[in-house]
């Protein structure tokens, strides 16, 4: 079995802006020069993801001034009162542009977890932020809404504003090990990148609830985007399964194929020709109900947000009984093949998929604040929106409390029951 690193220990304060990064407005400057006078809004802060994010922003860098802002001011206060003196709860409806924009005057940076977001056409938190010059991230995991936040990328740029789509986990984490895993292949002339797979496990709904519930079932409807040797295909969700290995502690899992916006835009920026991206939870009869939703349910149905809302609300109790039984625990395997038919991956597990998405989301919130972003909307793979000295210390910082956190080793060296093809050769 292979050697894991285990990144459990404390990180020490935040570094100094990323040599990389392009200048900075002098407000921004002077913003990130001092730690203590960061301001960190966590929009949804109130729910499992914000919330998760803001105690892990908390413990990374007590320093750090987080408003949660959500709806329930009574939850929203109590989580405000056990994260310390530097934590305060906003009350805040994003819906009302006029709100926000009046909460945003005074943040340095905010945090858009209050997802779902399919079926979003608008991208209101990115535009208040843009308006109002704040730095922003976002947790969204939806295709269409992270190249809808893509398209404001020069009012950022022209306003001096960084700002990441998709960082979370998955995405977010995810895209970050396919950046390092293409980087180092391209760096030690491993041969040219072919294909990048990403793969994905979550007992039950990871603890995150009826939002990531919900988002499941709103991905039913859409196409699988993917690409097979530079030519753009489309699938149906939830097929094309196949059975991956996450190493000790969750050994093989059924995956299946999911339109996840890592795919589109890997391809994009790591120029991998193909590219494809599934994903499996647990129990397993819990898979069976996912493609019989796929195969049965109207697209219109699916669609409807509405509809799928009162659907979760039907099926969540009975998800929520079998998640105390299923646990939380997430595993992600990202995979790169390369010309000369050498394979490397990178694998993540935690045993707490709502604490470790809080660690990742706020692995990127330092990135930006320590200058690692450029102006402009960027995606976490490129080297403008985490700059490549800089990945080491987010993926250290994403990995705290992992009971397997590996980078760019053979698959063999992972996996529970690796094959030996003679002469102590695994495959």
């Not at 960084?162 to 950046?179: E, F, K, Q, R």
């Amino acid at each position: 079995m292979a050697t894991v690193v285990r990144a459990c220990m404390p990180l020490p304060p935040a570094a100094v802006a990323s040599s990389s990064a392009a200048p900075s407005t002098d407000a921004q400057a002077q913003r990130r020069s001092s730690s203590s006078s960061a301001r960190v809004l966590v929009l949804g802060g109130t729910g499992r993801v914000g919330g998760s994010t803001a105690t892990a922003l908390s413990k990374l860098r007590p320093d750090l001034n987080i408003l949660i802002a959500g709806r329930n001011l009574e939850k929203g206060e109590s989580l405000a009162s056990k994260l310390g003196d530097e934590s305060e709860f906003v009350q805040v409806d994003i819906r009302d542009r006029n709100m926000l924009e009046e909460v945003l005057q005074d943040v340095d940076l905010v945090v858009h977890a209050a997802g779902p977001f399919q079926r979003e056409n608008e991208c209101t938190v990115l535009q208040a932020a843009i308006a109002t010059k704040t730095a922003y991230i976002d947790v969204c995991d939806d295709t269409d809404y992270s190249w809808r936040a893509k398209g404001f990328h020069e009012q950022a740029k022209d306003c001096g504003i960084p700002a990441i789509t998709t960082a979370g986990i998955y995405p977010g984490v995810s895209n970050v090990m396919a950046a390092e895993l293409v980087h180092a292949a391209r760096s030690e002339n491993a041969g040219e990148p072919e294909r990048l797979r990403f793969f994905y496990y979550t007992a039950g709904t990871g603890g995150a609830g009826p939002t990531i519930l919900t988002t499941s079932f709103l991905l039913l409807a859409e196409d699988v985007i993917a690409y097979n040797k530079g030519e753009e295909i489309k699938l149906k969700p939830y097929s094309g399964a196949l059975s991956i290995d996450f190493g000790k502690g969750v050994r093989k899992k059924d995956v299946y194929l999911l339109n996840l916006p890592e795919v589109k835009s890997a391809y994009k920026v790591l120029g991998v020709p193909t590219v494809s991206a599934r994903f499996g939870t647990a129990p397993f009869f819990w898979n069976w109900g996912m493609q019989a939703f796929a195969n049965f349910l109207p697209v219109e149905f699916l669609r409807d947000k509405n509809k799928v809302l009162k659907l979760v609300g039907f099926v969540d109790p009975f998800v929520r009984a079998i998640d105390g039984i299923a646990g939380e625990r997430v595993s992600m395997r990202v995979d790169l093949d390369c010309s000369n038919g050498k394979n490397t991956i990178g694998l993540f597990s935690h045993r707490k998929l709502s604490v470790s998405v809080g660690y990742a989301t706020a692995a990127f919130v330092l990135a930006v604040l320590e200058g690692s972003t450029q102006p402009g909307v960027w995606f976490p793979e490129e080297p403008e929106g985490v700059a490549i000295e800089s990945r080491k210390v987010l993926l250290e910082r994403a990995s705290q409390g992992t009971t397997i956190f590996v980078m760019n080793k053979p698959s063999w060296m992972i996996e529970t029951d690796p094959k030996e093809v003679g002469l102590g050769i695994y495959v």
